[in-house]
């Protein structure tokens, strides 16, 4: 008897085990015109039921250190407003993004608590509520959006989500002006006093996406051959061509060839590792030597993980608040964070516009990328949230109103990007969070210091 292919279908082999990117042949399409799929034996695993639509995807990427507001904030209104100088990379994907002035993320603020913005920036973008000043272990912030989300949809997937980041911190001990480094180095919180750690080793990041591809045997095996993850799901993969139209054959093609670009990346930097003088400690594996390539590298296993429906929710660090990294792939060799307390020097400014803008132009290449892909009748971009942000909106005046938040996608048909969404001064950052929280299909009546859902999302 004829059956439609479960959205849980998975490729097995030696150990490993693969989810698979969207095919028409799991909606009853057919696959493009070809037969409908009889079970194809033990080794195809499915799990669950079939799905009728692609589900929803929502991640949130921290940008560290404010940015320079004046360059930053765009003119105009609604659709025809005008990109600003930092934002003018978006001009190839702007009608997927909506820019949003007036949200506020008050619980950043001092309150009474005196110095520690970074800390407190970073602790309270995803939670909204205000962070116990302390270095110790009694810690305490707010449950974040992801994980909130985590908790009521992130079992619909195998990981109910992941944390991604591009700078290591410590996780323990004084950061900043008495606030605990878990604040600084973490925005996803399970718990109030719980984090979720980031992983910023992308080879880690890969394995863990694979699941029992990292067993002992397999991995060995792997090492040894230096074998494609693809090898080992090789004849599933070949069974499973042999039942698919030729629209999802072309679809199954380019998906591999997507796994197999980013594990040859990995070995690069594996390789590349080799031939730099070390300092005396064990140093990171798989990590590639510039910035730029560190964060396209994850946004590219983030975009993996929700292509294959691996999880549905993300959390990425550029890098933590406070930063003080240099970027000298373009020309910043002073430290971000020493940069962002510019005093008006224009010098100093122009080189935060350029590492601004360099993060807008990563940001651009990953929503062209999750643009470009299918999923379901439309991309993964349509039925995913990506917001982009940080809780310091000018990082020389360490203000928390007025935050610089873009959010790219339509959240599977419920949003209309392309628009300026002006809203009054001091709006929660929450009350975003609170809409968002509800296109995800949680049931949610407020969130962090949310006064209401956000409006205007849709464009009527």
């Not at 292919?5 to 990117?21: C, F, I, N, Q, Y």
């Not at 991995?219 to 494609?228: G, I």
């Not at 997507?258 to 064990?282: F, G, K, Y």
């Not at 140093?283 to 999880?311: C, K, N, S, V, W």
Request: hydrophobic share 35%; glycine share 10%.
């Amino acid at each position: 008897m004829k059956r439609e292919l479960s959205r849980r279908t998975v490729l097995r082999g030696l150990g490993v085990t693969m989810a698979l990117p969207w095919l028409e042949a799991m909606s009853g399409g057919g696959g493009g015109g070809g037969v409908g799929l009889r079970a194809l034996g033990s080794s195809l695993a499915t799990a669950g039921s079939a799905t009728t639509a692609p589900p929803v995807r929502m991640a949130c990427i921290f940008m560290p250190n404010g940015c320079n507001y004046a360059a930053w904030e765009p003119t105009g209104e609604g659709a025809s407003f005008a990109l600003s100088p930092t934002l003018e990379p978006l001009a190839p994907v702007r009608q997927h993004i909506n820019v949003f002035t007036g949200l506020t993320l008050d619980k950043a603020r001092a309150n009474g608590d005196g110095p520690g913005d970074h800390a407190r920036s970073s602790a309270s973008f995803l939670t909204g509520h205000q962070a116990r000043k302390t270095a110790g272990n009694d810690i305490r912030i707010g449950v974040s959006v992801d994980q909130f989300a985590a908790r009521q949809v992130g079992e619909g997937s195998r990981l109910p989500s992941i944390e991604l980041g591009c700078e290591n911190s410590p996780a323990a001990g004084s950061c900043d002006s008495g606030y605990s480094c878990a604040y600084t180095s973490n925005i996803s919180w399970r718990a109030e006093d719980v984090p979720m750690p980031k992983t910023v080793d992308p080879a880690v990041v890969f394995e863990r996406l694979f699941g029992s591809a990292t067993q002992a045997a397999a991995r060995q095996e792997q090492l040894t051959r230096r074998q494609s993850i693809l090898d080992f799901v090789k004849r599933d993969s070949q069974r499973l061509q042999q039942r698919l139209g030729s629209s999802d054959r072309n679809k199954l093609d380019q998906f591999q060839t997507a796994v197999r670009e980013i594990e040859l990346r990995i070995q690069r930097a594996r390789t590349e590792e080799s031939d730099i003088p070390m300092p005396e400690m064990a140093p990171p594996t798989g990590i590639p030597r510039t910035a730029g390539e560190h964060i396209d590298l994850m946004y590219d296993l983030l975009l993996l993980a929700f292509q294959m429906d691996i999880t549905r929710i993300g959390t990425f660090m550029l890098a933590v608040d406070g930063s003080n990294r240099t970027l000298p792939e373009i020309g910043i060799t002073e430290g971000h964070h020493h940069l962002s307390h510019h005093q008006n020097n224009q010098e100093m400014i122009d080189k935060i516009r350029k590492i601004d803008r360099f993060y807008v132009e990563r940001f651009t290449r990953f929503v062209t990328r999750m643009s470009q892909t299918p999923d379901g009748e439309l991309s993964l971009l349509d039925n995913s949230m990506i917001l982009f942000g940080g809780g310091i909106s000018d990082g020389n005046a360490h203000n928390h109103e007025n935050l610089p938040i873009l959010l790219a996608g339509r959240g599977g048909g419920s949003i209309d990007p392309g628009r300026l969404i002006q809203s009054p001064r001091e709006t929660p950052l929450c009350n975003l969070y609170q809409a968002m929280l509800e296109r995800m299909g949680c049931e949610v009546h407020s969130f962090g210091d949310s006064t209401g859902s956000l409006p205007g999302l849709t464009a009527s």
